[in-house]
């Protein structure tokens, strides 16, 4: 395992009565892309500018290589940022916007020449040096932040919802462009956005916040497949997040029905929450399913039909390259595998807070 | 262009005919003519007298130099109030802002009064066994109610520029490893220089202009031009005279006005011009 590179500790945060961060511990590793992932409020771009220096937490303490820098202001640190919108200087040429750091910390010419044709080979954008930052598009735009901040050879990119004024096909390309980029530079990305399907796409590990609190931290597949509770259930892609009782190990009822599933250790008949995504809820016969349902609405996505089902009051939302027209009688079948189930939080508080045990 | 919105900018013409174009066409008159209405250079190379090039002079001079202590004052007053309004009403703005709505004159007067020989200024420094000051009629007290009634438009222009840069630009700039100081004068300062233009404009045009203010607290024994000008029209009632010499004034302020602009818009230039040769 690569050392710890930033390590945050009982990190708070509030702004006048609001509590943004409260007591949050994260570590990050060197060389890892670590993705901030959660709704607006949840804390995560206030994390990101303490590491960079913007915001002082209240409480707590910032280490960078075991080394305190809690007070230490952002020109002293060892990383850089990729703003929201940009923020080009718009008096200075592209070429200027790049060499500025280098300049600060007096490079010499030679050398800030060869960086900048470098840099901006890197994001595919030579011969801009002379243009000036606004005859360039939002993408454009947004590669020279990345070009500017990586010349500084910083240790740690950090990345502030930076393709959130892209459309998305440039988005989705950028996506593309970051994972490259990363994998050229060898640097860890600390890249925060409320963007779940970029998280997934691009990250080795996804921290999923809500009001202040880390929900869950996994690889995208362990946070797409294994969510912890129904926030992340329901926060990460669409899902049936239903009530069940666990009657026993590998066995749950939902809605008057017994599923197989592959859980275990929840005990005899405890309630909890179940989870199971649209696409692995296979609809069949009605006497071969599990339960069953009428289909109440079809939906046209492009790649597959979403459709809903209604059975004993509850409404399925199911995804499936098969139409089945509104009105069909329906069986739900679901494989053991696709069912995931979660504890059920006691409390509001305990919703909040992170489950990892 | 429709018919319509053409209707609407009827008002605006005519007020600029009837209250800019024709005034501006009689000064121009009145300076190129005699009293027999014939034309003549006579008027307007007036101010190659001794007098009139010396209160010239010194109207440059005073404001030149009030205009450079606007700007160093107003600077970082802009940017502190830019930062403190962020977020807040824009209260402390106001307050700084506040003695515009006072009438000049009165600010003036009030000025007179504190620098006078027995004034509010001198009482205090005799209770405190001080020498007394004597800057009434006297230069830097001209110099002081022009700072002291121009700030404000140089504070104003400046502060909208500062408070309309991106906070995420002077962050990125600290990112880069930009100490404060660079930070203000590789960013900051390039970014206001628009708002710093035209504050300099709006101080040295009426700097350059006044005759109150030299009036009231130079007694009478300073002369600007604005004074000069003045005198001729009241005094003497030489309304070619006086044009004349306001032709010369006003062409020392286009001057000057061609300079800034020449000037601000070579800051953005420099790049186009780059561009072509790459």
């Known amino acids: ?357 | 262009m429709n018919k319509k919105s053409r209707l609407l900018t009827g008002p605006y013409l005519i007020w600029s005919i009837g209250f800019i174009i024709i005034p501006l066409f009689i000064v121009l008159f009145e300076a190129f003519t005699g009293d027999n209405g014939l034309f003549t250079l006579k008027y307007v190379t007036d101010i190659t007298w001794f007098v009139n090039l010396k209160s010239l002079g010194l109207s440059l001079v005073f404001s030149f130099i009030s205009t450079a202590l606007c700007l160093l004052l107003a600077y970082p007053l802009a940017m502190i109030l830019a930062e403190f309004g962020k977020g807040r009403s824009s209260i402390t703005v106001l307050v700084f802002i506040l003695p515009m709505w006072m009438n000049s004159l009165l600010r003036t007067i009030a000025w007179q009064n504190i620098l006078e020989r027995n004034g509010v200024i001198n009482g205090m420094l005799t209770a405190l066994h001080l020498p007394a000051l004597y800057i009434i009629n006297k230069p830097p007290a001209i110099v002081l109610g022009m700072v002291y009634d121009f700030l404000p438009f140089m504070v104003l222009p400046i502060y909208n520029a500062v408070s309309r840069i991106d906070r995420d630009v002077i962050n990125a700039a600290r990112d880069l490893g930009a100490n404060g100081v660079q930070t203000l004068f590789r960013v900051i300062w390039p970014m206001s220089l628009p708002g710093v233009i035209s504050g300099i404009t709006m101080v040295f045009v009426p700097s350059l202009t006044t005759f109150v203010i030299s009036d009231i607290l130079g007694g009478g024994k300073i002369l600007l031009i604005g004074n000069i000008i003045e005198q001729m029209f009241t005094q003497d009632s030489d309304w070619h005279a006086g044009s004349g010499l306001s032709v010369v004034l006003m062409i020392f302020i286009v001057i000057s006005m061609i300079i800034e602009e020449k000037y601000d818009s070579d800051q953005t230039t420099v790049t186009k011009r780059e561009r072509r040769t790459n």
């Open chain 1, 1 to 357: 395992m690569p050392e710890k590179l930033i390590d945050l500790k009982n990190i708070t945060k509030r702004y006048d009565e609001n509590v943004v961060l409260d007591d949050f511990s994260l570590y990050i590793r060197e060389n890892e892309f670590v993705t901030l992932l959660g709704p607006s409020g949840c804390g995560k771009t206030t994390t990101l500018r303490i590491i960079g220096g913007f915001e002082k937490p209240d409480s707590g303490t910032v280490l960078f290589q075991n080394k305190d820098i809690t007070d230490l202001p952002p020109n002293k640190r060892e990383l850089n940022t990729v703003f929201q919108k940009y923020a080009l200087f718009p008096h200075m040429t592209i070429a200027d916007n790049i060499a500025f750091g280098l300049r600060i910390h007096k490079k010499s010419d030679a050398y800030i020449r060869d960086k900048i044709s470098y840099a901006l080979k890197l994001v595919n954008l030579e011969g801009y040096e002379n243009r000036m930052p606004e005859s360039l598009s939002g993408g454009q735009q947004q590669r020279i932040a990345i070009a500017r901040a990586i010349v500084n050879e910083p240790k740690v990119l950090l990345l502030d919802e930076p393709l959130g004024a892209l459309d998305l096909k440039l988005r989705q390309d950028m996506q593309y462009e970051l994972i490259r980029l990363k994998n050229e530079l060898g640097i860890t990305f600390v890249y925060v956005t409320h963007d779940q399907e970029e998280a997934l796409t691009m990250s080795d590990t996804i921290v999923v916040m809500n009001q202040g609190y880390i929900q869950q931290i996994g690889t995208p597949t362990d946070i797409y497949n294994e969510p912890q509770n129904a926030f992340v259930a329901d926060f990460i892609g669409d899902s049936n997040i239903v009530s069940g009782i666990m009657i026993r190990d590998k066995l749950v009822e939902i809605l008057g029905a017994r599923f197989d599933c592959v859980d275990t250790g929840f005990g005899e008949n405890r309630p909890v929450d179940v989870v199971i995504r649209p696409e692995d809820i296979d609809l069949v016969d009605p006497k071969d399913g599990t339960i069953e349902g009428v289909v109440t609405d079809v939906i046209f996505k492009g790649v597959h039909y979403e459709m809903c089902v209604m059975s004993n009051g509850f409404e399925w939302i199911v995804h499936s390259t098969d139409c089945f027209p509104v009105d069909t009688h329906v069986g739900i079948h679901v494989d053991p595998f696709d069912i995931q189930i979660m504890h059920k939080p006691e409390s509001e508080d305990e919703k909040a807070v992170a489950v990892d045990e």
